[in-house]
Each structure stands twice: as C-alpha cells, then as structure tokens.
C-alpha cells in the first residue's frame, strides 16, 4: 500500500499501525527503512522475517529527539552526546549502552544499541505522530531483502515486499547511503561504518581523533563483508583496468566517474558524478537501475582517492564482495 507521506492522514494510519505492532516503511534521509517499534520485540521479529535477516544482525532504533534517545540507554556517553549535538537530525548513528529492559530484539541481542534522529520530514512526522501513541523509538533497517541494494526510492520498496506493506512515499532518498556508525559505548569513540560525513567533520565534533576498529566492537547494522550487491555480478576496477578492458562489445553494464574513460561499445553506461555526495546519493539507484535493465555484470571504476568517498568507497567494495569466490 503506498501512501503520499505528506498527507496527515497516511502519517496517522502508519503511526496506528506502528502502535500496533505492524510494519511500515518510511523515508529517511539516507534510505527508506522498514520499521518496526522497537520497544515491542514481537513486532521487531517481523522485521528479521521479512528480510531474511539473521536476528542477531542489530537494527537502527530512530528516535524523535535526544530524550527519546535517552529511553532507550542506561547513558548517553559524553562523546555520544558531542556528536548528536551536532548531527543530529541527520546521517549519523550513535551506538551506545542499552537500557536492559528495552529493545533487546533491536540489538540483536547485544547490550548495546544504535541510535539515529533522522532528518527527512515524513519520518520526523511519523516518529511525532507514534510518540503520542506510545512509540518512543522505530527500529528500521533498510527496506530491501537481507544483503541486496538498498532502496532510495518509494517503489523500490514496493518491488521488495508484498503489496500490504504500507510504504510511506517521501520522493527520492537526498543523501543515498546509510549513516556513519559510531561506537560510543566503551569510552572512546570508532567509526564502524562510514557515511557521508567525512572523519575531519566527525572528529571535529568529538573534539579527538576516533579509534581504530578492534575485535571488541559491538555488531552493527551493514557492516558484513558482503552486502549491498544487486543481483548483477559487480566487478571493481580502477580507471587505467577498466578502460584497457573496454576495448570490445560487452554485455554489462558500467559505471564511472573519470571523465576520461572510453565509453566503448556499452549500451548501459552511467557517468557518476564527480561530486562525492553527489555520487552517494545516485549510487544505489544506478546499481538497482542497471540491474533492472539486464546487466549480467556491473563493471564500476573506483571513486576517487579522498576521505569524502569513504562512504561510496564502503558500499561498493561490500558490494563486490558478495561475488568474490
């Protein structure tokens, strides 16, 4: 069932639905998710099986505000609380200490707990709509099938799912990749997945250096080594490979920033921006829109060296991984 989110009445009917323990897919700034009250690990459950997601893969609680975010943490640390100042709304999730009587389903178990306040108007409506029914968080991880592309698009969910499903229609996704992750629950703080933010914006905000990833860090959503692939075998190449490749007819299609290689005899070619965001954002959608016209393979240049590609540099190289033998 798809719904314009801006009308009042579909944000009351998702937010009726959320009280209930029923799923509904919304808009964030990032990707659409499919949510679930977090709070109610019956209805969490849900989630996992649609999906086909392993249940101790932790979910994103996302809540309204700061205080909501506190329900649901035994403490917001200080680094935590340095970074929600200022991120928050938008593509940053916190990981902190989970309150122990709450949303243990949505942790995947572990006691600790990823919190996002996110930006996009139709969520921040729905997460306002819900709290006065009770709802103080949404688990949503991204509405797609366990390990595929993520959907920036309202009819991408639909694709996905069966058609009573109610999906929120928000228009296209503005930033088209999932949030940084930020550990902040063992006194330091480690960036376990990046975003759209760059290390320098979110270091500036913590006032030090981030640590480095150790085994000890918690779980936490999109960080296997395999995920994000469309169902396209994709193949990472830099610029000189790929265009020593291009020399023949292929049945594939392509994807490059450089504006310097050949467009060969490829009939399903994108140009990706030059501009990091600019590139997150369409990223997904040109990795579901090739796939839909029958590539076999999805041959895609390397982004750019810089900080600011960390986040497309992430998703692809998780992508391709997902047909490596």
């Known amino acids: 069932m798809l719904l314009n989110g801006v009308d009042p009445r579909a944000i009351a009917l998702a937010a ?16 659409y998710g499919l949510g679930a009250r977090a709070d109610d690990d019956v209805a969490v459950a849900k989630i996992f099986a649609a999906k086909g997601r392993p249940a101790d893969h932790p979910l994103i609680v996302h809540v309204l505000d700061a205080a909501d975010a506190a329900c649901f943490s035994t403490e917001l640390p200080l680094l935590a609380k340095r970074l929600m100042a200022a991120f928050w709304p938008g593509p940053l999730t916190v990981i902190v200490p989970r309150a122990p009587a709450i949303a243990a389903a949505a942790a995947g178990g572990q006691n600790s707990i990823g919190l996002r306040c996110p930006a996009h108007p139709v969520a921040r409506a729905l997460l306002a709509a819900a709290r006065e029914q009770g709802v103080l968080g949404v688990a949503a991880p991204s509405a797609n099938r366990f390990g595929r592309v993520s959907p920036t698009q309202a009819q991408h969910v639909v694709s996905e799912f069966d058609a009573d499903l ?24 480690v960036l376990l997945r990046p975003g759209v933010l760059t290390v320098a914006q979110i270091e500036a905000a913590l006032g030090q250096t981030l640590q ?51 467009a060969a005899q490829v009939g399903l070619r994108r140009q990706m921006p030059a501009d990091a965001l600019a590139a997150a954002q369409q990223l997904f959608a040109v990795l579901r829109e090739l796939d839909a016209a029958g590539a076999q393979e999805i041959w895609i240049e390397l982004p750019p060296l810089g900080n600011q590609w960390d986040g497309v540099r992430d998703r692809l190289t998780r992508a391709a991984a997902a047909f490596e033998a």
């Not at 009280?19 to 964030?28: C, D, I, N, Q, S």
Request: charged share 20%.
């Open 16 to 31: 009726a639905r959320l009280a209930a323990g029923e799923l509904v897919a919304l808009p964030t700034e990032t990707v």
């Open 166 to 189: 109610l999906v929120l229609d928000g228009g296209e996704c503005a930033v088209g990749i999932e949030s940084s992750i930020v550990d902040c629950s063992r006194g330091g703080a």
């Open 212 to 262: 480095a990833p150790d085994a000890q860090a918690p779980r936490a959503s999109g960080t296997l080594a395999a995920h994000y692939a469309p169902r396209a075998t994709v193949r990472l190449y830099s610029a000189v490979d790929l265009a020593g490749r291009l020399t023949r007819p292929l049945p594939l299609g392509l994807a490059v920033y450089s504006r310097t290689v050949a």
